[in-house]
């Protein structure tokens, strides 16, 4: 589809640095698909909520417990 858009030069610049483009199209079209994929990681992983995760000393603790727990 074509269209025709204004961006700063500035910016495409910088999409043109940052992406090592040849063409302000691919530099377009990469940072396009990079925002897209980072926006459906971001999705993904809000969906799967939050983790109460141990820290070292809650893990130490459970394995002096269950090597506690073995030897009975």
Same mark, same amino acid.
């Given at each position: 589809?074509?269209?025709t858009i204004?961006?700063?030069?500035q =910016? =495409?610049?910088?999409? =043109?640095? $940052?992406t ?10 990469t940072a396009?698909?990079d $925002? ?6 971001a999705a =993904?992983?809000?969906s ?5 995760i ?6 130490e603790a ?6 506690k727990?073995i030897?009975k």
């Amino acid at each position: 589809m074509k269209t025709t858009i204004d961006i700063p030069d500035q =910016l =495409l610049s910088d999409a =043109l640095r $940052f992406t090592k483009a040849k063409t302000k199209k691919d530099a377009i079209l990469t940072a396009l698909e990079d $925002f897209i994929r980072r926006k459906r990681v971001a999705a =993904l992983t809000s969906s799967f909520g939050t983790w109460d995760i141990a820290n070292n000393e809650e893990i130490e603790a459970a394995d002096v417990a269950e090597s506690k727990r073995i030897r009975k």
